[in-house]
DNA sequence: ATTATATTTGGTTATATTGCCAAATAACCA
DNA sequence: TGGTTATTTGGCAATATAACCAAATATAAT
């Protein structure tokens, strides 16, 4: 693989490592509904709020969050909205996979 | 977080990750085109054949390609051609962020 | 039958990720 | 001012990933 081509996928990889994280993908799921400060996402993961805090870092550094400082509380905000798109090809493979799978085990119990 | 929010998520961060990796990324590009045999993807990639296998094997457990042998070759193919909607979404996003950068910076300047 | 080619698997080492705690920072309130 | 709340950062321990080599397996070729 050249430089040039090592560049641009590891970039693009970057996006999906973002991504590559339950945590990291229900503070996506509750963005798109709307912004949310990061005491009110650590209540909905149920984790220490300096994991949900570095959760935070890793989105925005990648892009797909940014966040704004309103007096003490920190909100943030979905700024890639086409990942949610995703989501229902990921969803559709999954839910294909899954009849793929009773449908071998029908086979085979036939 | 809920056991069945997590269960969902999870098995979503699954195809994230098994997509968080240049090589991987190269192989998807590659099998959009056609199907390839290890062989050729390892020539593609430059890494040591063990290493493209597992790789092939990360895309194949998250149902992503799917495998199938013809004498000593095995042939992958891509299954889930939706992904490469998304690559375009993330394309646009680092440029938007790049030219952001580009715009912060001539702000700076002046 | 033996050799060569294609692919996968096991093992090891190096590196990256994740989670929590403690501490630092910042803004608000009494 | 002093205390409380919200958030981030540094550090550490546990776990997961990734790369290569060596070895195992399967097919093709001589």
């Known amino acids: 693989m050249d430089y040039r081509t090592h560049s641009r996928l590891s970039h693009r990889a970057n996006i999906f ?24 996402l650590t209540e909905k993961i149920g984790a220490d709020v300096s994991t949900v805090s570095k959760h935070l870092s890793v ?34 493979s999954i839910t294909a996979r899954a009849e793929f799978q009773l449908e071998v085990e029908r086979e085979a119990r036939s």
């Open 17 to 40: 490592k973002a991504l590559a994280h339950p945590s990291r993908l229900l503070i996506v799921e509750e963005l798109a509904k709307r912004e949310r400060c990061v005491c009110e």
């Open 59 to 92: 989105l925005k550094n990648a892009g797909i969050v940014s966040d704004e400082k309103r007096g003490a509380q920190v909100w943030y905000e979905l700024q890639m909205p086409c990942v949610l798109s995703f989501f229902d090809c990921v969803e559709r």
